[in-house]
């Protein structure tokens, strides 16, 4: 029987959870806005990790992938001393536009119900 939360699952659980925390309190860099570390996935052979984060404000998601992939080296660093692992996973960031998306999804389907989609009624005459 396959287990259903293999290694590389809660590798990545944990980069996720000491990430958040050290992007919190590592990084001092006035540029960067609320972070929030969403997801990590990590590659099989435990080489790389690809961080998915959503920053507030998001118009600034282009500066803050940049700042916080030229931190990668020193987020790693910290996080080597975190993990009881072999070798640390390389750092990708990457913003995660789902919250986005979802919102602006959300608006669209609200705004057509209200222009002219009638709800139904329930009259039984």
Same mark, same amino acid.
């Given at each position: ?5 293999n ?31 969403n997801?990590?996935?990590? +590659? ?36 080597? +001393? ?9 750092? %990708?960031?990457?913003?995660? %536009? +789902? ?27």
């Amino acid at each position: 029987m396959k287990a259903n939360f293999n290694r590389t699952d809660r590798v990545a659980d944990h980069i996720q959870k000491n990430l958040a925390v050290l992007v919190q309190r590592e990084l001092k860099d006035p540029r960067l806005g609320m972070i929030t570390i969403n997801e990590a996935k990590v +590659s099989r052979d435990l080489a790389y990790a690809d961080v998915y984060f959503t920053v507030f404000p998001d118009s600034q998601d282009k500066l803050t992938e940049q700042l916080l992939n030229n931190s990668a080296s020193y987020l790693r660093k910290h996080l080597a +001393s975190m993990l009881n692992t072999r070798t640390t996973p390389r750092l %990708r960031f990457h913003y995660d %536009r +789902s919250l986005v998306d979802g919102a602006r999804i959300s608006a669209a389907i609200k705004a057509t119900s209200v222009k002219g989609v009638a709800e139904p009624t329930d009259d039984k005459n």
